[in-house]
């Protein structure tokens, strides 16, 4: 995940950035989005790389790591 792309994600969910280029995480809710956001990318990434696996269960690894964020 980029530096951009994290950036993207906490303006989605308001946390406010510094002048420095800092984050100022602002309430528990808005973390806890934050954190859920990051989630989701890193779990889309991985089942992507076990869709484009060779493995023959691969696919089902990646609709079981789809299936968390459905939690």
């Given amino acids: ?3 951009e792309e994290i950036i ?3 303006k989605k ?3 406010g950035m510094l002048h420095d280029g800092e984050f100022a995480l602002m309430g528990n809710e808005k973390i806890k989005a934050f954190a859920k956001l ?3 990318k890193e779990r889309e990434e991985c089942a992507k790389l ?3 696996s060779e493995y023959p ?3 089902d690894l990646a609709y079981l790591i789809r299936a968390r ?3």
């Fill in 8 to 10: 993207e994600m906490a």
């Fill in 50 to 52: 076990c869709d484009e």
């Fill in 38 to 40: 990051i989630a989701q």
């Fill in 57 to 59: 269960d691969g696919i």
């Fill in 13 to 15: 969910v308001g946390v």
């Fill in 1 to 3: 995940m980029t530096k």
């Fill in 69 to 71: 964020g459905q939690e």
